[in-house]
């Protein structure tokens, strides 16, 4: 049973950065698929970014450009790298790992953009 923990959410300004991490009680250097994901009030869940265990890496078309997923499985550690924020990336950003039996979400962390 994996749990993740999400940290680095805030509030910043338009045009500035925040950095994302997801920590996981377990390794997950065996995942098939780490991904971030968001939902602002009203809205439904949408993908963010995904990173495979290949290393492939894809974004939503809004974010391509200013954010990047990484990940450190010594750390078992995915992160998101935000840059360039926009008021209209302002929700809650959810860690999402997956294996290929089961898949894990995180309690998400929020992350405003304001001036």
């Known amino acids: 049973q994996v749990q993740l923990v999400e940290s680095g959410g805030g509030l910043v300004q338009p045009g500035g950065s925040l950095r994302l991490s997801c920590a996981a009680s377990?390794?997950?250097?065996?995942?098939?698929?780490m991904g971030w994901y968001r939902q602002a009030p009203g809205e439904r869940r949408r993908l963010v970014a995904v990173?495979?265990?290949?290393?492939?890496?894809n974004y939503a078309d809004s974010v391509k450009g200013r954010f990047t997923i990484s990940r450190d499985n010594t750390k078992s550690t995915v992160y998101l790298q935000m840059n360039s924020l926009k008021s209209e990336d302002t929700a809650v950003y959810y860690c999402?790992?997956?294996?290929?039996?089961?898949?894990?979400w995180g309690q998400g962390t929020q992350v405003t953009v304001s001036s």
């Open positions: 377990g390794s997950i250097s065996s995942a098939d698929v």
């Open positions: 999402n790992v997956v294996f290929v039996a089961d898949s894990y």
């Open positions: 990173i495979t265990g290949a290393g492939y890496t």
